[in-house]
């Protein structure tokens, strides 16, 4: 038979005996063998493989020192070589699960399959969905044997290179990637048993988790608008008329810029929306300046309360655009407003 | 500014300003040209108000009501 | 209500010189059917193609797709009110359906309208847009419009037509084959019935509703245009509907809106929540909220409205699909937050977004309360279509019609299979 996979199994100072709250500055330390939940992680994965080395740190240690922390952990990984890391359960404590996830994404980095448990709202989790592979817990240590169990099937299934089945099916919380699957139903009967187990108080799970919002931070308000120099974008599908490049009334990938130099306001005359999301009549035949206010702005330059209006124009299609391609706009449009410090930015979108 | 301001507090616009509707975002062709003139003036100082005020995160500001007229005698 | 299906099965479509069904086979007076369209004076051209699963065709230009069907008992007829058809509430009585065949309209549309609104996608010339066609063989064949027999009625205008305009001729066209070949039915003892009696409660089991946000077209072409998915013909946009379950099963929500037609929307969940009546909860009611509207308190509303509506029948519990995403898909998460919020439990179905690799949302927009959904994926079908033999749609189909066509990778506004009602077993799951 062939000899069993080596594993190294990372705990925190609590669950490594070594002590509690008083312990959590404890530095990496290393015991051999399995300690503590190691037994039952060593019993679930029964003669398939065996838990060499138990990595021991404490929880603030490893979140404030975190470089020191993965140099140490780097080194025991380093010497040993196991063939997986086993991290935690570290249930609902973050500090802990955020310590779970540095050291799988470092066994990662090193080339070393790894798997970690906790519960799906942990900060860990939150911080590197992505990245990790997490066994999906409660937030009761009770039920440590069986959550240890999924994880030593889990590790299992990818020390030998099988492909995993989804989050919902495998225990494991969601990494944001979503594939296409083939149902044994069609979507009907399935919204149907959905329904159905939920008037009935039975489990069920969604298909989907809702995640992947960015969450950006918030520019620094400006100091003085009448010292500020604001640009204009529109995502209405605004462009001098005949739109001679070509802007896309949907699923666009290109902004352009239109130069406002000696312009005071949108003619219809002059000016049109391509957008093809929404009834763009009005633009087209009252006044195009409701999708970018530019009489409006250029007023209010007029009048001193902003010192000055960007001389060029950004102009796309709001309209069914990959994320992808927004990210990449926007930040196109941010690079070159940065170039000419530029304060602030007015952005309509219809 | 939008319209629509649920769908950029959503994806995560930290400065939204409530807009009239989707085919006329800064203006209301209802109004009289006055009127709509002032309320296109309305709301594009909320956006620029918008810009020297701090934030913690996405967070919408309402364009402000117009002054009270004061009846003609 | 208490609604009678009579099911006549077709298995197979003979264009031939009269116009009857016996056991399973529909033959129709080709003649005589193309001539009634013909009537219409604004129809340059019409024909008949009967497309079988297993063909080397394909289908495009398909205008919109219908199942035929009469009443036999019963106020109202089918699909009312729109083409001008009576608008008789429905749902009661006998209706007779030729099952496992459809009707597709096919024709391309003209560019513009009168007050200058355009075609969706028509502004600008050689924009990649959305692939609207229907494979009945080979790895593409995805649709459940692969599985049946489809009477495809290719049609051309005359010059001039405007988009609207032409667009009733053709509703009109395909209510009228309707009519022709349902009409085969009446006086016959359908093989199959299958009765739903919607007024029988039972006070152990919950109250369901079926809620589907539609949109309408008034936004692009005014109150009144029949490019809208209408209810008892009325596309614009009003505050939301209850109809009842066999209403909708006898044709009271019909129109395509875009590439989204008809068909699914009566030939799916409807039918199946209503086989569930009885035994998993009572199926007390349809809640149309037609999306679309331009400020976001009149969505706001239609949800606010819908959720009372809901409450107003008792229901505890709801099913909420939508049918285009985009900036309407707010009225739908609104919908759903705002039955949530009224203690209902309600479950989302719906195409997702593409996932990008990770980087972007299954849904553009969301609320915490939005917990419960089913996905029927992105709308892509990433397989090679295979060069085919025939094209039906238009009279001369371009060369290029035929050849292989590219997988087709889903995401808003690039959708192949549309399934918003869940008719396929493909979905998408996180990992």
Known sequence: MADPNTVVHFLNQFFGGIGAEEQAYAPVQEKEGPVGPGRALQAALGDQAAVVSTIVAGDNYFTEEVESAKAAVAEILDRIK????????????????????????????????????????????????????????????????????????????????????????????????????????????????MLNARLAGKPWVSEMLITGYDVVPPATPLKNLKESTIALVSTGGLVPRGNEDRLVGSRAEQFFRYSLEGVSSLSVEDWESVHGGFGTLILNTKNPNYAMPLQT?????????????????????????????????GAEIAAELNEHHIDGVLLVAT | MTAMPAIPLAVGANRVVRGVRVSHVCGDPALSAQKDWE???RIVETALNSLVTAVSGPTLFEPSEPEPQEAAL | MRLEIGTFPVKDIVLGTTTRWADGVLEINEDELVAMIMEEPSVSWAGLEVARPGDRTRIMEMRDTIEPKVKVQGPGTVYPGISGRPVDTVGRGRTHRLNGMTIIPCSEMPRVNPDGSHWWGARLEGTPGEVNYVDMSGPGAVTPFSSTINLCVPMEWQEGSYTDDWNRVVQAAMVKVNDYLAQ???????????????????????????????????????????????????????????????????????????????????????????????TDFNFVGCIVVRSNWEAQAEKQLMANRAAQLAIDVGAQGAIVTTNVRGQRFLETVLTVQALERAGINTILMTEEEDNENGSAPPLLVSNPELVAAVSNGTGGVEVTFPKVERVIGVRKPEPHWAEEMGPIHGRYGVSHLHDFYGFGKQGYLDF
């Open chain 1, 82 to 193: 196991p063939d997986m890391v086993i991290a935690g359960p570290a249930f609902d404590a973050g500090r802990y699960g955020l310590a779970c996830a540095e050291v799988c994404r470092l066994a990662q980095g090193m080339g070393i399959p790894a798997v970690t448990g906790m519960f799906p709202d942990n900060a860990g989790v939150l911080t590197y969905r992505k990245e990790i592979l997490a066994v999906s817990s409660g937030i009761d240590i009770s039920e440590m044997a069986s959550v240890v169990g999924r994880m030593a099937r889990l590790a299992m299934k990818l020390a030998r290179g099988e492909e995993l089945g989804p989050a919902s099916e495998e225990g494991y919380v969601p990494r944001g990637i979503r594939r296409e699957v083939m149902h044994d139903r069609p979507g009907y009967e399935r919204a149907v048993d």
């Open chain 1, 297 to 329: 702005v250029r007023y209010l330059e007029d009048t001193g309360a902003i010192k000055a209006v960007y001389p060029w124009f950004f102009s796309t299609t709001g309209n069914a655009a990959a994320v992808s391609a927004g990210r990449r706009m």
């Open chain 2, 39 to 41: 309320l296109g003036v």
């Open chain 3, 184 to 278: 085969t039915t009446v006086g016959l003892e359908p093989p199959e019935v299958q009765t739903y009696d919607l007024n029988q409660r039972d006070s152990s089991l919950p109250n369901v509703v079926f809620v589907p946000v539609l949109a309408s077209g008034e936004y692009r072409y005014g109150p009144r245009t029949s490019l809208s998915t209408c209810v008892y013909g009325i596309g614009r946009l009003t505050q939301p509907w209850l109809l009842q379950p066999t209403e909708v099963l006898d044709g009271a929500i019909c129109g395509a809106y875009q590439y989204n037609p008809t068909w699914p929307i009566i030939e799916t969940i409807v039918p199946h929540m209503c086989a569930r009546h009885g």
